[in-house]
């Protein structure tokens, strides 16, 4: 495995989708109308609530689940209209894991990677060098022989995985594929997501009610509320800067939306992002000096969005209005986005 797996990803194109599932009188409508486009070798986040159509919009990119009007593009061939037989074939180009791992637990670890092999018509010999090879990859070697039984939720989902991958596929589906794990092992994991991304240029689908996962491997995120899609964007953009209510209560939910509002007012309250290499202090220094103000920080994270620094501080300045009006200027131009804090229930 590795740069020889080539560059595999492709475009996925997914039109005017909807589900309506029918319980005696009673419909559910699961999507309504969802059009979203997954490019080539990215990692795209869906993320929203429970009972907000991830997972249903999720199997329909691979047909497991049928749309009840819509089309489905996947590297220019529509699925939704192919016979069954050339389906399953296409089918083959996309993995998918889950958070409860799907093994067989009847089967060795072996066994359990070789089981898309064998459904393929992979002979013997190839499937057995395959899996070794992909166990390998996910850092299991010498498991074969194991039962998922004997292993740990972290060492299961890398069954998964390499099972997913053994066929050598475009697209990996992830559903909630870290949401059973402890923090550490969601990290191992998402690390091996990413691997998938950089190493095999697999294309992901990552669904998850969990924007640290969107902060650490996502490329883009499809935001969906009630079977439809509410927001689109770059994962910085969706993070940094939401737009819809419930977009918003998720990143608050996860700790990005800083107001300070613990903290005494000592000025003019501003929240002020950093995306890049800017360091934050010598920034506010210059400006400050420049700009003949002075500032006080009141609260302050620093972190990555995938491999890229950003910081979000929250700052009070104390001078002028004229004064304030040159130093955020100033911060503008050193590409330093600066908005107002709200600061309604503060003291000061
Ligand atoms: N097989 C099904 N039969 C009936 N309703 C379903 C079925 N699958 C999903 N639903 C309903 O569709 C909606 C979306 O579900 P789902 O896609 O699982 O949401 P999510 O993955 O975002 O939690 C929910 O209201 C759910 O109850
Ligand atoms: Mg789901």
């Excluded at 939910?253 to 995306?275: D, I, K, N, S, Y």
Aim: net charge positive; aromatic share 4%.
């Amino acid at each position: 495995m590795g740069p020889a797996e080539g560059r595999r990803g492709v475009t996925i194109r997914l039109e005017h989708i909807s589900k309506r599932y029918r319980l005696g009188q009673r419909e559910t409508v699961a999507l309504d109308d969802v059009s979203i486009t997954v490019e080539r070798g990215e990692i795209l986040g869906l993320i929203g609530h429970s009972g907000a159509g991830k997972s249903t919009l999720l199997r329909c990119i691979n047909l497991l689940e049928r749309p009840s009007s819509g089309t489905v593009t996947v590297d220019g061939v529509r699925l939704d209209t192919l016979p069954e037989r050339e389906l399953q074939r296409q089918r083959r180009r996309m993995g998918m894991i889950f958070q409860h791992f799907h093994l067989l637990s009847s089967a060795t670890v072996a066994e359990n990677v070789a089981f898309p092999l064998r459904l393929a018509g992979v002979s013997r010999t190839d499937r057995e060098r395959r899996v070794r090879e992909v166990l390998h990859w996910v850092g299991l070697a010498g498991f074969e022989d194991k039962y998922p039984s004997q292993l740990s939720g972290g060492q299961k989902q890398r069954v998964a995985i390499a099972r997913a991958l053994a066929p050598g596929p475009d697209v990996l589906l992830c559903d909630e594929a870290t949401s059973a794990l402890d923090p550490q092992t969601t990290q191992t994991i998402l690390d091996l997501l990413l691997a998938a991304q950089r190493e095999l240029g697999v294309t992901l689908v990552v669904v998850t009610h969990d924007m640290s996962v969107v902060q650490r491997i996502c490329d883009r995120v499809v935001v969906m509320h009630r079977g439809r899609v509410v927001e689109t964007g770059t994962a910085a953009d969706v993070l940094l800067d939401p737009r819809h209510e419930l977009t918003r209560e998720l990143v608050r939910e996860a700790g990005w939306q800083m107001t300070g509002r613990h903290a005494p007012l000592m000025g003019r309250r501003t929240v002020l992002t950093f995306v890049g290499d800017n360091v934050y202090e010598p920034v506010l220094m210059r400006v400050a000096q420049a700009a003949g103000v002075t500032f006080s920080i009141v609260e302050g994270r620093i972190d990555r969005l995938k491999v890229q620094p950003f910081g979000r501080i929250v700052v009070d300045w104390q001078g002028t209005d004229e004064q304030w009006k040159r130093a955020a200027a100033l911060l503008e131009a050193l590409g330093v986005s600066v908005s107002e804090a709200v600061t309604t229930g503060s003291r000061g």
